[in-house]
């Protein structure tokens, strides 16, 4: 009997934003690349993040183990972008720097207020 041989295709799908997702689900190629380097197996992976299949998780990796260069060129992008976002935003934020030392001090007093006597 001789074995047919499926040319299955990668479990990603594009998003309009950038981000690669992985399977059915909405876990992002990321998440699941940076548990594999973290030292996860396919399995921990898919405990951790219930709605992955396992087939799709094992087809991730071998993608990536096979164009390592190209996915962390993406994510070193990804990352980079991210980080550009957020200095943008916080530098939109007005400087709280004021409210944030009243409200510790309000903290510290009312610490001081509830604590019990000493014996």
Known sequence: MALTIHNDAVPFRLE???AVRVGDCRV?????IREFNNGSDPKEIVRAFSTLQ?????ATIAYYLRHRNEV???LSGR???AARLRREIEASQPDR????AKLLARKA???LDHASPAK
Do not use: K, N, W
Request: glycine share 4%; charged share 45%.
């Open 16 to 18: 309009e934003s950038g």
């Open 28 to 32: 992002i190629l990321d998440v699941v």
């Open 54 to 58: 396992l087939a799709d998780v094992y």
């Open 72 to 74: 962390d060129d993406y």
């Open 79 to 81: 990352r980079e972008e």
């Open 97 to 100: 720097t004021d409210e944030r």
């Open 109 to 111: 007093q009312m610490e």
